[in-house]
């Protein structure tokens, strides 16, 4: 781990070190590169890989904390009901996230679940504004108008409203709010989350394993066994260990540098729907991510803009002294 002076120097927005953006590009691009992890566990159906997901991720994140012998945090947390609510609906939230994002990569939809988590920032803005009563920079009114056109280019694209993308983009950003009220940090958090949709997923998987439907342990010849077993297991780490790079990261690296790696996850995601799963891509589609891709760069611009005006500030007053 970082010594304190680093730590601090990640979160102000201070200078990056060489692994701290290798664990945020490890974060990021393990998140990436799931469109190529859930199709093996078929023919498990979402619901079934989403049960699997919670059960074995509780498992995964609690030997995590076992190995690192973090538990001060439990006690305060119990005894704010207000926060373990909070917390109990960012899981719920996140169950949906995982439950769509699932279903739409093994449906053959990863261009469109990429395309949530790029506007993903756009609607977090719009987030800040409606709920929080921030105020937006002109850059940040800009990039939200290009992104509320993208979807509109978007939906006459697909002949449809781009629902998937929605979801996923309005899910995690509420998420993402309920996370920031809650202030646990990003593992502690994950076993709140795990923890309480255990029960409700355990159950699921107790009722798919009598009606016959589930597949964890199951073993039908010519089509899976306990290797297809073992992948459902599988799934619980492989939701943890991106976050505990992200942890990494997070402490040695400026929110800057992390706010530009974060780009990394729907880019893969993107690139796979087009050159592994070979989905169409016609020209009012390419419109469509066009625009969202240049809202992200005003947005990005406009946050570089900032942070550097910003230190710029900061420095006066230590030459001045």
């Not at 159950?203 to 899976?224: E, F, K, N, Q």
């Amino acid at each position: 781990m970082a010594d304190s002076s680093r730590s601090e120097d990640g979160r102000a927005g201070g200078t990056a070190d060489g692994r701290g953006v290798g664990y945020g590009f490890a974060a990021y691009g393990m998140w990436g590169l799931f469109p190529l992890f859930w199709p093996l566990l078929e023919p498990s159906t979402a619901d079934d890989i989403l049960a699997n997901r919670m059960v074995w991720s509780l498992v995964a994140v609690v030997l995590m904390l076992l190995v690192r012998r973090n538990w001060r945090w439990v006690r305060p947390l119990l005894a704010q009901p207000r926060r373990l609510a909070l917390a109990a609906a960012a899981a719920v939230v996140v169950s949906v996230n995982w439950g769509v994002y699932i279903w739409g990569v093994n449906s053959g939809h990863v261009v469109e679940t990429s395309l949530g988590y790029f506007i993903n920032p756009l609607v977090t803005i719009g987030f800040g504004v409606l709920m929080l009563h921030e105020r937006l920079r002109a850059a940040q009114w800009v990039a939200v108008g290009i992104g509320a056109a993208s979807v509109v280019v978007l939906t006459a694209g697909y002949g449809r409203l781009p629902w998937i993308a929605l979801t996923l983009a309005f899910s995690f950003a509420t998420y993402g709010l309920l996370k920031k009220k809650v202030g646990l940090g990003g593992i502690e958090s994950f076993a709140v989350e795990s923890a309480v949709m255990f029960p409700f997923a355990a159950g699921y998987l107790v009722y798919l394993g009598v009606t016959g439907h589930g597949t964890l342990g199951r073993t039908v010849p010519g089509s899976y066994g306990l290797g297809h077993s073992g992948l459902l297991v599988l799934s619980g780490l492989i939701s943890a260990v991106p976050l505990l790079c992200f942890g990494a990261a997070a402490i040695r690296v400026p929110l800057s540098t992390l706010g530009l790696l974060q780009y990394l996850a729907p880019v893969f995601q993107f690139l796979i729907g087009v050159t592994v799963a070979h989905e169409s891509m016609p020209p009012a589609r390419w419109a469509g991510f066009a625009l969202v891709w240049a809202a992200l760069a005003v947005l990005t611009y406009d946050g570089l803009r900032q942070l550097r005006q910003t230190r710029r500030r900061e420095a006066v007053p230590a030459v001045a002294g």
